[in-house]
């Protein structure tokens, strides 16, 4: 493999405290991460294919197989979390630029998506029940995000409290 320069932000608007990137920097950290999760699943004799898309100003990198491979044992959430950690250092490295890559083996991402929105749905229910708000665990921001978008869809309002590895959402009627 070839060295990478750095990429440069782009001149899109970014998101709050983020730098934008490009679709060209998007899918060099899609190949680099596509490089290193295959690397990875060859020393773990697994099989996956590995699709890459570029989304919201993030390279998503995803890992599927057949129902006869293995990947299961990979796809748990603290597992695909530290193995997304990793492939991020992976492509700083490579590319000299910090990485908001998302890593989806075996569906886990969807299947994380259901449950928070189970998690959302019990919160409002205790607040349509009475209580003035319902917080729910810590969490990554990626889900953090994801649970401000469930909350905002259905007509609540949700906000991040706590530093760290203590940030967690609090939601309240509007």
């Known amino acids: 493999m070839t060295d990478l320069p750095p990429m440069a932000p782009a001149a899109e608007s970014p998101g709050r405290g983020e730098q934008a990137v490009s679709l060209e920097q998007l899918e060099q950290e899609g190949d680099v991460a596509a490089d290193y999760i295959e ?39 603290e597992t695909v979390t530290a193995l997304q950690e990793l492939t991020r250092l992976a492509v700083q490295n490579k590319t000299g630029a ?34 003035a708000e319902a917080e729910l665990p810590p969490m990554s921001s990626y889900e953090r ?16 409290r706590g530093e760290g590895r203590d940030r967690h959402t609090v939601i309240t009627q509007r």
């Open 98 to 131: 910090f990485s908001r890559l998302i890593l989806d083996i075996g569906g886990s991402r969807d299947a994380r998506q259901a449950e928070l929105s189970a998690l959302v749905s019990r919160a409002v229910e205790r607040i349509e029940a009475g209580s």
């Open 39 to 77: 690397e990875f699943l060859d020393i773990c004799d697994l099989d996956g294919d590995i699709d890459i898309d570029a989304r919201n100003g993030r390279a998503y990198v995803s890992v599927n197989a057949s129902e006869g491979a293995n990947l299961r044992v990979l796809s748990k959430p």
């Open 145 to 160: 995000k994801l649970v401000h978008d469930i909350v905002s869809e259905r007509g609540f309002h949700s906000e991040s």
